[in-house]
């Protein structure tokens, strides 16, 4: 069946460094791809919409300079966090529709910066 | 605007009790409806989804949800909880509306007692 991939699944990165998160589709493509967040213990919230091609579109509040977005193909969007700071500490995790009219998730991304 | 109330934070069930779980949403179209299961520290996974057809949902783990248009809700149920059920469950709507963005209730933190 049709899978989201996204790497890495965990990483630790120290504060003021980047770090880049790669969600791919792996047997479908995916024109569009969805970024969410998740603080401990609370919902996840959709942060921004990557569009192949195309410049992303971001949720009222998010910060576009310092998550970078990036869909340069059909199954891969990245997200860059640049310049992390400890509140950027979060469960990230990608989407895409596909095939079945079903929306696939990725395993999700455990950030900590110290 | 799409929107999802779970008005259930927390809920404790006995082992071999029943569990229900209530979802309630917003949505101008008929909706994408989805629950997932998250343990701790991990990834979402998804136990069911309604997108038409037949309002009973049978999902994975012995999780079934239906779909009452009148209520506007998608309550999950299982019939006999097992402590591994034991996690916070999501429920979320989206659809070709908004372009497949999923907007995701609060969350209910399902506790098994033996």
């Known amino acids: 069946g049709a899978v989201v991939s996204q790497h890495p699944s965990r990483v630790i990165c120290k504060s003021g460094t980047s770090v880049k998160i790669e969600c791919r589709s792996l047997d479908f493509q995916a024109t569009t791809m969805f970024w969410y967040r998740q603080f401990p213990k609370q919902s996840l919230m959709l942060m921004a919409t990557s569009n192949e091609g195309s410049k992303a579109t971001y949720e009222q509040g998010v910060e576009k300079d310092k998550f970078l977005i990036n869909h340069a193909s059909l199954t891969l969007s990245t997200l860059t966090v640049t310049s992390a700071h400890p509140e950027d500490s979060s469960f990230y995790i990608c989407?895409?529709?596909?095939?079945?009219?079903?929306?696939?998730f990725g395993e999700g991304s455990w950030l900590t910066v110290v | 605007a799409q929107s999802v109330t779970q008005p259930d934070i927390h809920i404790t069930v006995s082992e071999g009790a029943s569990l229900e779980l209530r979802c309630n949403y917003s949505y101008g179209a008929t909706p994408y409806l989805f629950w997932y299961v998250q343990s701790p520290g991990q990834g979402l996974q998804l136990l069911l989804k309604?997108?038409?057809?037949?309002?009973l949902v049978q999902g994975i783990k012995g999780f079934e949800a239906e779909f009452k248009r009148s209520q506007s809700s998608f309550n999950l149920r299982k019939p006999s909880v097992h402590w591994s059920d034991a996690a916070e469950y999501f429920c979320a709507v989206g659809g070709p509306l908004n372009d497949y963005k999923l907007s995701f209730g609060a969350g209910t933190t399902v506790t098994v007692r033996a």
């Open positions: 309604y997108f038409s057809g037949d309002t």
């Open positions: 989407s895409a529709p596909g095939p079945g009219n079903t929306i696939y």
